[in-house]
C-alpha cells in the first residue's frame, strides 16, 4: 500500500515556490476575511499564516465580531477588491447563519477569488477553461494525484459527496483530466458497488469513517477528503482525548487498497498549498496585465 503524503508533497513544493516568490519585487498578499472565533476556523486560519510566512507571501487577517452588519462586509470586500496591493481574498468558512455567503463570495473580485467559488470561476470550472481558479481542495486532490503519478484519463472514478466546495468541483477536476466520474450521495443506493468499482475513490461526505472493507476493492486509490474530529482514547486523569479522522476508516482498508492518502497529514497540506498556488497565480496575472 502507497501512503499519499500530502505533508511531504507541500513540503517539497514550498520550497519551489519560496524560490518564485523571492524574485516578485513585492510579496503576494492574501487577505482573509474571518467573522466570528469558529476554533476550527482559527485553526485553519494559522496554518495558512504559517505557509504564507514559509514561502514568502503575506497574509491579511482581516476579522469580525458575529454581529457585524452585512453591508459592513460588502463594503470591505469592495475596498480589498480595490486596493492593487491585495491580489488574493478569501472568506474563511462557515460564517453566522444569518449572513449570506454566497452574497460576499459573489462580491469578491473573480481576479482575486483564489479559493474559486466565485460562480464565474465555478462556470469556467465546469466549462473545462483554465482561465478561472480551481477551488483549493479539489486542486489539491489532483496535484496530489499528480506527484504520486497516479492515472486519471480513462479511468474510473467514484466521488462520494457532491458538496459546492469540495464534492462537486472534484468530480469536475477529474472529469476535465478524462476520468469517467460517478458521484454518489446520501441518496444513492447501493452505494458500496459504485465505489468498489472505481479505479480512484475520493470521498468527502463529512462523515468519520463511513467508508469501510465493504466500500473499497484491491488496487484502488483512495483520496480521504474528510476531516472529523472525535472522541479517542481516554487519557490518564479520565478525559476523553479528542482526535481527527477521516471519512475512511483507514485501518480498515489500509491492507486492501493500493494507494490512501492519510487523515491527517493527506489532503489537508495539499488545500493550503494549492490556496497559495492560486494567490501566486492570481499575483502573476496582475503583475504581468495578463487576466486569462
Do not use: W
Not at 247 to 260: E, N, P, R, T
Request: charged share 25%; aromatic share 4%; with cysteine.
Amino acid at each position: 500500500m502507497i501512503l499519499l503524503d500530502g505533508k511531504k508533497v507541500s513540503k517539497d513544493r514550498a520550497l519551489e515556490l519560496k524560490a518564485q516568490v523571492s524574485a516578485f519585487r513585492v510579496a503576494p498578499t492574501l487577505a482573509i476575511l474571518q467573522v466570528g472565533d469558529d476554533e476550527r476556523s482559527s485553526a485553519y486560519i494559522r496554518q495558512k499564516k504559517l505557509f504564507g510566512e514559509k514561502i514568502g507571501c503575506k497574509v491579511l487577517h482581516v476579522t469580525f465580531e458575529n454581529a457585524v452588519a452585512h453591508s459592513d462586509i460588502i463594503e470591505k470586500v469592495k475596498a480589498l477588491n480595490a486596493d492593487v496591493a491585495v491580489h488574493g481574498i478569501i472568506l474563511q468558512l462557515p460564517i453566522p447563519a444569518n449572513l449570506d455567503s454566497r452574497s460576499i463570495i459573489e462580491a469578491i473580485d473573480p481576479k482575486k477569488d483564489v479559493d474559486g467559488l466565485h460562480s464565474e470561476n465555478a462556470k469556467k470550472l465546469a466549462d473545462g477553461e483554465e482561465s478561472g481558479f480551481i477551488p483549493a481542495t479539489a486542486k489539491g486532490v489532483i496535484s496530489l494525484l499528480d506527484a504520486y503519478k497516479i492515472p486519471m484519463s480513462g479511468k474510473k472514478a467514484t466521488v462520494v459527496g457532491r458538496s459546492a466546495l469540495v464534492g462537486t468541483p472534484t468530480a469536475l477536476c477529474l472529469t476535465n483530466r478524462g476520468a469517467n466520474v460517478t458521484v454518489v450521495h446520501r441518496a444513492t443506493v447501493n452505494i458500496p458497488t459504485k465505489t468498489k468499482q472505481a479505479d480512484i475513490l475520493v470521498v468527502a461526505a463529512g462523515h468519520a469513517k463511513l467508508i469501510d472493507s465493504r466500500h473499497v476493492s484491491p488496487g484502488q486509490t483512495v483520496i480521504d477528503v474528510g476531516i472529523n474530529l472525535v472522541t479517542g482514547e481516554k487519557l490518564e486523569d479520565e478525559i476523553p482525548k479528542k482526535k481527527l479522522v477521516g471519512d475512511v476508516d483507514f485501518d480498515a482498508v489500509k491492507d486492501i487498497v493500493g494507494a490512501i492518502s492519510p487523515v491527517p497529514g493527506g489532503v489537508g497540506p495539499m488545500t493550503v498549498l494549492s490556496l497559495f498556488e492560486n494567490l501566486i497565480l492570481a499575483y502573476d496575472r496582475m503583475r504581468t496585465g495578463n487576466r486569462n
